[in-house]
Structure formats: structure tokens, C-alpha cells
């Protein structure tokens, strides 16, 4: 079982200019260091001075091994994938990245088969980060960020 004194210390987040991942960070993440990258762009004094990274579009067919290399270049223990294109590519990755001794905390490919999405989750809705599969009623649900609703549904929350 996962305790929060074993949980990673150094979390890249991407969608990092996003008020989701601001709240994710702010409220969420027990980590030491928290990285934002995104692929918008980012204004210049952040790249130098906060810490903040830019990154490729997921739609570039290179997107997965250049999040991959920007997680090993910075010592990232954890990618906390924020955007729903690049959760939805990062399903099949999980070992790829585990090969590195990093954690992708998003469902698999598996597991997404049985998700259901909350795009821009509201600021006033409480929401939860699952740090490893469990299952609810009906279906296993992967390592992300989710919201409940009144029946016990989890919906995996993206940014966009």
C-alpha cells in the first residue's frame, strides 16, 4: 500500500499553465518539487526563472519520447499527464517510462476504455488524485485525477 512519505518527490505536470494544474499543485500534490510543462506557449520570464518547461504538442508523433526526455533530464520521479490527448497517448507508455524509474500517473490503456471525462472541472468541485488502480462498482479505474459524482462515478478530469 502507497503511504504519502513513499509517494514521489519531484512531479512534472503538464497542461502547466492551466488553472487545473495550479490547483492540482497547490492543493493535491504532496511533492517536494513540482514542474509545470505545457505546450502553450509560455512567457519568456517563467521558462527562466520559475519552474516551468515547454513541450511539444501531443499531436507530434515524437511527443511521448520528448515528455519522456524532459522527465529523465530533470529528475522527475512522476509524469501527471493534465491534457486528455496526452493522457489518452500515454495509456500505452506505462512501461516505457517504469523502464526509466518514472511513474506515469494516468490510467492505461486499459483502463481508459472504461473512463468517463470532466473537461475544465470547475474551481468549486472537490476532486481527488487515485494514486494506483482500484475499482469502483463497475469498472477498474487508473492512477489520476478524478471527480465524484452523487452515485459514485469517477470522472477522470483533463484541462482542455
Wanted: charge should be negative; aromatic fraction near 8%.
Amino acid at each position: 500500500m502507497e503511504t504519502k512519505s513513499n509517494r514521489p518527490k519531484k512531479i512534472l505536470l503538464t497542461c502547466g499553465t492551466s488553472a487545473l494544474a495550479q490547483r492540482v499543485a497547490r492543493r493535491l500534490l504532496p511533492a517536494e518539487e513540482v514542474r509545470y510543462a505545457a505546450a502553450e506557449p509560455i512567457p519568456e520570464v517563467l521558462l527562466k526563472t520559475g519552474p516551468y518547461d515547454q513541450i511539444s504538442d501531443s499531436a507530434r508523433p515524437a511527443f511521448i519520447h520528448e515528455l519522456l526526455k524532459l522527465a529523465l533530464d530533470r529528475g522527475m520521479e512522476m509524469v501527471f499527464p493534465l491534457g486528455k490527448n496526452e493522457i489518452s497517448l500515454l495509456g500505452d507508455a506505462h512501461t516505457l517510462f517504469s523502464e526509466y524509474g518514472i511513474q506515469l500517473l494516468s490510467p492505461n490503456r486499459t483502463q481508459l476504455a472504461f473512463q468517463q471525462w470532466m473537461h475544465q472541472p470547475p474551481a468549486g468541485l472537490e476532486l481527488q488524485v487515485i494514486w494506483q488502480e482500484t475499482t469502483n462498482e463497475s469498472a477498474p479505474v487508473g492512477p489520476g485525477l478524478y471527480t465524484m459524482s452523487d452515485d459514485g462515478t469517477y470522472y477522470l478530469c483533463s484541462a482542455d
